[in-house]
Every structure is written in structure tokens, then in C-alpha cells.
């Protein structure tokens, strides 16, 4: 579960307009006008909270016979996970709110557009507020919750390659173990990052927030 104080979300639309050549049209053009509007549509969402529940099958034997060392690469470790997984699916994603913001366009090339435009989404923002906080809870853990999950199960990179390391590297060399690449050349490393970045990702969050009482690396 995790929560949101404020999400703010901005589409961008293009929207192409042309004068209607039908014999009802009250204004009529001959000539093939077109505008282009370019507008954004803001809306905010706050205190959303988010309840997540999933069920993962995970084959034991792929696991046994898989190596660590694809898992220490950040490119992989989803690749490496998912080629593990042999059935996923998001048995919950529930989604409360407690306010939707009210909704502004922007972009029109006309004041007064943008102005009436504004004016009826306010109208019916009020009118149906409720609703659409209904609306948007049902969606989320129905019809995006089985996407997300379709998506996830179908995910096609799913190759778990193991690194290769050099026929001389004998043994394991602790400033490209432990430390990016440039500060590895530093002192005298070979700034390759042979044995994956996420080692120096913990060991960096390990020397910002270190444990009392416990060894610092380097």
C-alpha cells in the first residue's frame, strides 16, 4: 500500500479544426480553413491511497539453476525476474480518493474559447464530480487492473543473459565491486563495472545512511 498527498496530471491534445461544408451550417466557409488548437487539459488528484495485492508463480528449479550475476545489472533484473515467473496476476489494485481537483483547459487561440470551454467543463465537473470519483475506482481495479496485468505476463524481454568475465579475472576485485566507474579508475580499477551497478547503488545508500556501529567501505 502507498499513498499520494497530491498527484497533478497534464495531457496534451491536438485538436484540428475544419469549417463545416454541410447545407444546415449556420456559417459556411468556401475556402478549405483549417485551425489547429494546441491545448492542455490539467487535472489534480489529492490523497489517493493505492492497495496493491498480486499472486506470482515462480519456478523453483529455474531458480536453483539461475546465476546472481544477471541480477546485479539494473538493465536486467526485470528480464531476469520475469524469465523466473511462471504465472502473475494482480489480484488487487484498489485506489481510494479523497478529492479531485477541478479541471482547466489551456492552449485555445481565442480568450473567449478558452474562457467557455473552461466555463462548461466547470459546469459539468460540478455537476458530476461524484460520479466520475466513482467511475475512476471501479476502472482502476477492473478494467486497468486486468491490463497492467495482461501487460506484465506478456512482457516480451524476458532473456536473463549471465555476464562474461575476463579468463584473467581470478579474483574478485572490490573497487569495481564496490565503487562507479570513475571513482573505480581513481584508484586503479579497471572502470568497467564488470560485476554490475548495483553493487555501488548499495553501497552508496549504505554511506549516506549508514547502519551504527557497523564497517564503512573505502
Known amino acids: 500500500e502507498f499513498r499520494l498527498k497530491k498527484l497533478d496530471l497534464e495531457v496534451d491534445l491536438t485538436i484540428n479544426m475544419q469549417p463545416s461544408v454541410t447545407d444546415s451550417s449556420i ?16 487535472i489534480g488528484i489529492e490523497k489517493a491511497a493505492f492497495t496493491i495485492a498480486t499472486f506470482i ?3 523453483i528449479n529455474k531458480l536453483g539453476e539461475t ?12 528480464s531476469c525476474f520475469l524469465s523466473l515467473v511462471e504465472s502473475f496476476e494482480i489480484t488487487q489494485l484498489a485506489m481510494s480518493l479523497g478529492e479531485i481537483l477541478e479541471p ?16 462548461v467543463v466547470k459546469a ?14 471501479g476502472i482502476f481495479d477492473t478494467t486497468f487492473r486486468e491490463e497492467l496485468s495482461m501487460l506484465i505476463r506478456d512482457y516480451d524481454d524476458k ?20 565503487l562507479v566507474p570513475n571513482e573505480a579508475k581513481l ?10 551497478d548495483i553493487p555501488p547503488l548499495i553501497k552508496g545508500f549504505y554511506d549516506e545512511f ?9
Open 27 to 42: 456559417i459556411v466557409e468556401t475556402k478549405n480553413h483549417e485551425v489547429i488548437e494546441q491545448i492542455t487539459l490539467k
Open 57 to 59: 508463480g515462480i519456478d
Open 67 to 78: 546465476a546472481l550475476g544477471p541480477f546485479l545489472f539494473k538493465d536486467q533484473i526485470i
Open 104 to 119: 482547466t483547459i489551456e492552449g485555445f487561440i481565442s480568450d473567449g474559447i478558452d474562457g467557455i470551454v473552461n466555463d
Open 124 to 137: 459539468i465537473f460540478t455537476m458530476y464530480e461524484d460520479s466520475l470519483l466513482d467511475a475512476l475506482i
Open 159 to 178: 532473456d536473463c543473459i549471465e555476464p562474461r568475465l575476463r579468463d584473467d579475472m581470478i579474483y574478485i576485485d572490490a573497487r569495481d565491486l564496490l
Open 187 to 196: 584508484i586503479g580499477g579497471s572502470a568497467t563495472s564488470p560485476y554490475g
Open 210 to 218: 549508514p547502519v551504527p556501529g557497523s564497517l564503512l567501505f573505502f
